[in-house]
């Protein structure tokens, strides 16, 4: 436990002192560095992330020459690429953690003085134990949130095919196709505070209500029937499901998180004056609502992942406004809740599958393995 501890404590402290130098240099090859780090460490884990197995015998499949099923086509070239340059499983998964850290972060090019705070958003709040689950549909999130840069420009070809290439990943992200129209139409989907919070309180009633539980049933049994379902097949993705199902202390941490996120969202909003954080939040708040009006189907929860994992981003912003302000007093609320989270996460390590063990420490893993029986 003070390995895992120490590697994602460590990790954070210099990913965010490379992302500092590059606000202070103006220069984006600090963060493309801290990304390698993140991208080095966790390329040579072993066991973290409920998929990692599933994902590492796939890759080993293509590397033997075994027939692979019901993989979308971008992440087949990817693997088959990555074989064709007999890449090993730990080299394999050093790129599928670059990819969607590296987009994620790349968004925020052109606010370099963000990125440090993300650094800080991402790793306390555990982002990155989303990012280490699904694979494909993270690299498609990742895509997802790069194009929002060119929803702000207007760019509409390269953010479309930036859709098309998250589609090659993970046919989820069709969904994604209807969004570029309804945030041209209006940018600012929901600007009054009041209204963001009744809605929120009114999902919250909603969510525990019968006939709420039975549209959730509903949309399981269509995406189940579309195939979507099998992310709950397996045990460990059931125990995730029950787990999200309990109204425990993590749920309400969470929750006045994203209360305090959307208080401040106006100040932000208005100190930050990018267009950027705007549709961003849009996603976010969609993502929030979604959350709690139909809270407890995993596999809806993973569909909101292109909405809620937003959340990171705008408390990144929130932070770096609460600095920027001198506002000590909200920057400690919020630092406090990140740091909360982080605690919460690591307390449940060998649980949630965070309990990080390195490729060439595998009997460390098996001693996870005798104190979870």
């Known amino acids: ?3 895992t501890v120490l590697v994602y404590s460590i990790l954070t402290i210099i990913m965010y002192l490379l992302c500092k130098k590059a606000d202070e240099n103006c220069s984006w090859k600090y963060v493309v560095c801290a990304l390698v780090i993140y991208s080095l460490v966790f390329g040579f884990r072993y066991g973290v ?7 590492i015998g796939m890759y080993q499949d293509v590397l033997n020459n075994n027939p692979i099923r019901d993989v979308e086509i971008g992440y087949l070239f990817l693997m088959k690429l990555s074989a064709l340059f007999n890449l090993p499983k730990e080299g394999f998964m050093i790129v599928t953690s670059f990819i969607p850290i ?5 968004v925020l090019k052109d606010e370099l ?3 440090k705070f993300l650094v800080l958003s991402f790793m ?3 982002v990155w134990l989303s990012y280490m689950n699904g694979i494909r549909q993270i690299i498609a999130i990742g895509f997802w949130i790069f194009s929002m840069k060119y929803i702000v ?3 509409i070809i390269k953010h479309y095919l930036l859709i098309f290439l998250a589609i090659l990943f993970h046919n989820s992200a069709a969904v994604l196709l209807l969004f570029y129209p309804l945030v041209n139409y209006r940018k600012e989907w929901i600007n009054n505070i009041a209204l963001q919070l009744v809605l929120l309180v009114i999902s919250l ?3 525990r209500l019968i006939f709420i539980q039975n549209i959730v049933s509903n949309l399981e049994y269509i995406l189940n029937i579309s195939g979507y379902g099998w992310y709950v097949d397996n045990a460990s993705q059931k125990l ?3 787990e999200q199902s309990i109204l425990g202390i993590g749920f309400y941490l969470n929750l006045a998180r994203v209360i305090f996120l959307i208080y401040l969202s106006p100040k932000v909003k208005e100190w930050a004056n990018s267009d950027l954080f705007v549709i961003i939040y849009n996603f976010f708040f969609l993502g929030v609502i979604i959350t709690y009006l139909l809270w407890g189907s995993h596999i809806i929860d993973r569909l909101n992942w292109y909405f809620s994992l937003t959340s990171t981003i705008i408390g990144a912003y929130t932070l770096a406004y609460c600095y920027s302000n001198l506002s000590k007093y909200f920057s400690l609320i919020l630092f406090v809740f990140f740091i909360m989270t982080f605690v919460a996460t690591m307390y449940k390590a060998i649980g949630n599958t965070s309990f990080f063990v390195f490729t060439w420490q595998q009997e460390l893993y098996q001693f996870k393995s005798f104190l979870i029986r």
């Open 1 to 3: 436990m003070i390995q």
């Open 102 to 106: 590296y987009f994620t972060f790349r």
């Open 49 to 55: 992330g409920f998929d990692y197995f599933s994902y």
């Open 240 to 242: 995730i499901q029950e």
């Open 153 to 155: 420009e207007k760019k």
């Open 113 to 115: 003085y963000i990125c």
């Open 205 to 207: 009633i909603l969510m």
């Open 124 to 126: 306390l709040t555990a």
